[in-house]
Structures are given as structure tokens and as C-alpha cells.
């Protein structure tokens, strides 16, 4: 913690989304001064609107980095890169970003930052949990019916939970500098037995339907979600789940020194909450 002193601030891109929330709501609770980097901000952010940037870097000592919608989408990488090395100019010390796992575009993203010249961790993540609960997976899930092109491939899913205790600590402890976790879960699932765990938690009946990829995104096209967003569907069940990412890592473990959540956890919880009650 040193190298922050009174005035600094630890800026979370991305800081109300399913990892920045979590990783912000560490730091607060450690009495860190924290300034969300997002529309909502304030002052507001948006990666779209490049006046947007300095304000969010003001006194910004580390920054820990979400790209938004998804760093494989065209421009992604110069983005990041272009304002990981404005905020370096602007006396920025470590970033801590979030990549993701088994994808050319987002290691081309990490090479971007890494230019910069930050001290950088690096958090390569696979799928997460929560996509069943904060995502494009919940509506499917209350629906009682999971239709996806997932073609029996299993992921270890990450809970977003590990994420941010991850991110949390590299942005706080020197520990962490030139890391990059590869971040899973301990076990392997099929999307089908993901969603029977899900089922068998709320007592409801909840089924699996696998369909092809031109089917899942023609629903999609129908039901009017935008097409750049149908484009990273395709690509990322059509491309990334053919089962390049089906090896479960030991890097929470590594990095924290206790292992990753499992699934089923992440499931009791989620269902003790009431998200997925009809
Ligand atoms: N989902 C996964 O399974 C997964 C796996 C590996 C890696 N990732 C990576 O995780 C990153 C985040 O994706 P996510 O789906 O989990 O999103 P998310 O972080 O849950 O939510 C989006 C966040 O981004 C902000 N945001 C939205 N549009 C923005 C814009 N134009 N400018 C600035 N901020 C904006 C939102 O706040 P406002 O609405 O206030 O702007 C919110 O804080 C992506 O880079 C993705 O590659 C995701």
C-alpha cells in the first residue's frame, strides 16, 4: 500500500458491472478512496467519448480495468491501450486488467497495456458464473428454458466473487506485479449439468435445449438484440467454447492461497437470494 498516499485514488473501470462492483466494494471497505469509472460515474466515463478519459484520471493512482462490451469487439485493443498509456502520462502507477481467456483479441489487448509501461497484472478469465444471474443468462433461467450452441463442451466457470478478490489484492499488494492468473473454477461443467444445478438449488424445472448457432443467433436477431452484440454471441460459442478453455488452472489458489469457489457454491448462494425465484 505504500505507494498510495492521501490524495490518490484507485479508479474501477466498469466499477457497477459484475466485477468492478465487487472489486470496488473491496477496496471501500477498506477505507480506500475509490471513484467508479463509468456512464453513471461521476464524473461519467464512457470508452466512446475520449474527452471523457482525463477526468476519470484525475489523482488516479491504479486503475483496474473492464472493457466494455467485451474485448473481442473491433477497436478494443486500441482502446484500452491508448488509455492505459493516457493514464501513465498522467502519473498512474499500476493497472490491473481484466482479459480474457483463450482469445487472440484480448491477448492483443494485454500487449497494448502491457506498452504502457504500468506495473500490470493481468486477470485472463474464463466464463462466468455469473452470466446465469447478472446477464444474458438470467432472463433464459426465469424462463425455465436454457437454448445455447454450447454443443456439450464443458467450461470451468469462474466465480466473479474470486475475480475480485484477485483485483483487489493486486491493486494493493506489490505481490502481484507481472502476474498473469489464468482464472477458472475447480471444475469442469457442461452448460447442461451448469443449468441442472441450477434447477436442482430452486426446485424448479429448468431444461437445457441444445440448437445450432444459426438458430440461437436468428431467435436472438428476432427478439431485437442489436446485431454487434449478435456478432460476439456467434463468436463466442461458435469460436472460443470448442473446448480450448476446458482445462481447469490452479491460479486462484496461486494467487490467493486458498482455491477457487465452486459452482455449486456460487448456485446455493445465488439461489438464497431469490434471483432466480418466478
Ligand atoms: N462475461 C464473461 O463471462 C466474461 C468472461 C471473461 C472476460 N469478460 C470480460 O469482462 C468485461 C466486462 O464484461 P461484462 O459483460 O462482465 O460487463 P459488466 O462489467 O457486468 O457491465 C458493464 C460495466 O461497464 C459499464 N459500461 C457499459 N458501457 C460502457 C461504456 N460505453 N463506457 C464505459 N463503461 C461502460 C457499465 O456501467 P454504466 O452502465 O454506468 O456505463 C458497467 O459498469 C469484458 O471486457 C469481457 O471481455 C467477461
Known amino acids: 500500500m505504500t ?11 466498469g466499477g457497477t458491472g459484475k466485477t468492478g462492483r465487487r472489486v470496488a466494494e473491496r477496496l471501500k471497505a477498506r477505507g480506500l478512496p475509490t471513484r467508479i469509472g463509468s456512464r453513471s460515474g461521476e464524473p461519467p466515463f464512457d470508452w466512446g467519448d475520449h474527452s471523457t478519459w482525463s477526468p476519470v ?8 480495468v473492464s472493457y466494455y462490451p467485451d474485448l473481442a469487439v473491433p477497436g478494443a485493443a486500441d482502446a484500452v491501450g491508448s488509455f492505459a498509456e493516457l493514464a501513465v502520462k498522467r ?20 500487449d497494448a497495456v502491457r506498452e504502457s509501461g504500468a506495473e500490470l497484472t493481468i486477470l485472463r478469465s474464463t466464463w462466468f458464473a455469473q452470466n446465469f444471474s447478472e446477464d444474458y443468462l438470467l ?7 436454457v437454448a445455447l450452441p454450447a454443443d456439450g463442451v464443458p467450461e470451468p466457470f469462474v466465480d466473479v466473487d474470486d475475480i475480485a478478490d484477485i483485483a483487489a489484492a493486486a491493486l494493493t499488494d506489490d505481490r502481484h506485479i507481472g502476474e498473469l492468473y489464468e482464472l477458472t473454477g475447480p471444475r469442469l461443467l457442461r452448460f447442461a449439468e451448469a443449468v441442472d444445478e441450477i434447477a436442482r438449488a430452486t426446485g424448479r424445472e429448468i431444461r437445457y435445449t441444445p440448437v445450432s448457432i444459426e438458430d440461437y443467433t436468428a431467435v436472438a436477431a428476432a427478439q431485437g438484440v442489436p446485431a ?19 482445462r481447469v488452472r490452479n491460479d486462484v489458489q496461486q494467487a490467493l492461497g486458498r482455491p477457487a469457489r465452486d459452482f455449486s457454491d456460487y448456485v446455493r448462494r445465488t439461489a438464497a437470494e431469490g434471483v432466480w425465484d418466478v
Open 3 to 13: 505507494y498510495l498516499n492521501d490524495t490518490d485514488k484507485i479508479l474501477v473501470l
Open 57 to 64: 484520471l484525475e489523482r488516479a493512482r491504479a486503475a483496474y
Open 91 to 110: 502519473g498512474l502507477r499500476r493497472l490491473v486488467l481484466l482479459s480474457g481467456r483463450g482469445e487472440r483479441q484480448a491477448e492483443q489487448a494485454e
Open 139 to 145: 432472463e433464459a433461467v426465469l424462463s425455465g428454458e
Open 228 to 246: 454487434h452484440v449478435i456478432d460476439l454471441l456467434a463468436y463466442l460459442f461458435g469460436e472460443v467454447l470448442d473446448g480450448r478453455n476446458a
